[in-house]
């Protein structure tokens, strides 16, 4: 599929020059859209942007490396080398990390399917150390959660009670059974390995991305790294799981966004199935936001019978404002999802309910907005006492907020 990166309709996309630099290395832009920008940017902003605000760091680097020596700022250019040489080596160590985990899995008898990071890299770019990875995500069957963890003890990793607030669940059975339906994963901590997010389900809306362990075992394929083959989503079912995990976050880093171009060109798909597949899975909407942002961020050509479904499908507009305003905030200092700013978090879960394009899935976003695990952590109450916790949300969301100020002014 032809890849025509840099203009929409002969326009740039309106952001300030860092961002407009960042989205135009992410398209692998041509050196002649690269200079007057370059020439422009403020490097230790721009340094922030890409490493920690937008996690693209590598991938810049990797870009800006072919242009001329003297086109690049010093300091720019060693900041950026820098990430590039760290996320080699987290890469090597992802790697070998994985391996492992495959050998734990078979061993144990668990199937699993390594996603994002690791496999993204290896299956669609053209440099794996081009994207930064992190912590592992991987996903195994629920009935199948109990030897999962016990194959994860053997490599030294160990459980974290506060991942995804876990620790709640101590205080009785309704704090319990509220986490099992708000949260669909777990971390798994190893001080040679890192993180382990451990996931039984892909979404945390049981409504959106509706498909069935059977079908990711069914559907799997395999990709070699290092001369072993690991299981991986297919090619169809992966996109559309990126659209809704990018859409569940309101695309607010550049990271997610810059794997949708490559995963597009990776190979041609049979597009009428996969939008009869995604309204099927209840991510129609997710999957058509993703591509209009493909194409307006870094030009990618949409095939003919695509187009239409990306030029008019419910809330558009006010989607792409919501994105393109999520992706201009510089939120300094935001490293993970967890420490959003609240104006942010906002914008996140007003994406996250326009993109509940049927009912079932508006009403699960509805409800988790009722509550949080942030509002259990604030006021401890006796476990009988859980559904006060609904009647208190809007004093308990002024509190924590008037709380993180005065913190904030304390230092």
Request: proline share 7%.
């Amino acid at each position: 599929m032809p890849h025509a990166p840099g203009r929409v309709d002969g326009r740039y996309v309106a952001y300030d020059v860092a961002l407009q630099l960042a989205c135009r290395c992410c398209a692998d832009a041509a050196d002649a859209e690269l200079l007057p920008l370059l020439a422009q940017v403020d490097v230790p902003a721009f340094l922030r942007l890409v490493i920690e605000r937008h996690r693209i760091g590598p991938l810049v680097a990797s870009r800006l490396r072919r242009l001329p020596a003297d086109a690049v700022p010093a300091a720019l250019r060693a900041g950026l080398d820098a990430e590039l040489q760290q996320n080699r080596l987290r890469l090597l160590k992802t790697t070998r990390s994985h391996l492992l985990l495959d050998r734990a899995f078979a061993d144990a008898g668990v199937p699993w399917l390594p996603f994002k990071g690791l496999t993204l890299a290896r299956r669609y770019y053209r440099d794996p150390a081009d994207r930064q990875v992190n912590d592992l995500d991987l996903w195994v069957p629920v009935a199948r959660l109990d030897a999962a963890r016990a194959a994860l003890a053997t490599l030294g990793f160990r459980f974290d009670p506060t991942s995804a607030h876990w620790d709640l669940a101590e205080r009785g059975p309704r704090h319990r059974a509220f986490l099992q339906r708000w949260t669909v994963e777990e971390t798994h901590l190893s001080a040679e390995h890192g993180g382990v997010d451990l996931h039984w389900q892909l979404s945390d809306n049981p409504a959106l991305f509706r498909l069935s362990g059977e079908a990711l075992l069914a559907g799997q394929q395999r990709i070699e790294i290092a001369g072993r083959p690991l299981p991986v989503m297919r090619h169809a079912d992966l996109l559309l799981y990126l659209c809704e995990h990018g859409g569940k976050h309101g695309w607010f880093r550049l990271k997610w966004l810059a794997d949708l171009p490559r995963v597009l060109d990776h190979q041609l798909l049979d597009w009428p199935a996969l939008f009869v597949r995604a309204r099927a899975l209840g991510c129609e909407r997710s999957l058509q936001l993703g591509l209009a942002l493909a194409e307006r961020l870094f030009g990618w050509v949409a095939p003919p019978e695509v187009r239409a479904r990306t030029r008019h499908f419910r809330y558009r507009r006010i989607l792409l404002w919501l994105v393109e305003t999520l992706l201009r905030d510089p939120a300094e200092g935001l490293r993970q999802h967890a420490t959003m700013p609240r104006r942010l978090m906002l914008l996140t879960a007003a994406t996250r309910l326009l993109l509940a394009d049927h009912g079932a899935a508006l009403r699960h976003g509805l409800w988790r907005l009722s509550l949080s695990p942030q509002d259990l952590r604030l006021l401890p109450l006796p476990d009988r006492a859980l559904p006060l916790y609904r009647l208190l949300r809007p004093f308990l969301m002024v509190w924590r907020r008037v709380r993180h100020h005065w913190q904030q002014r304390l230092g």
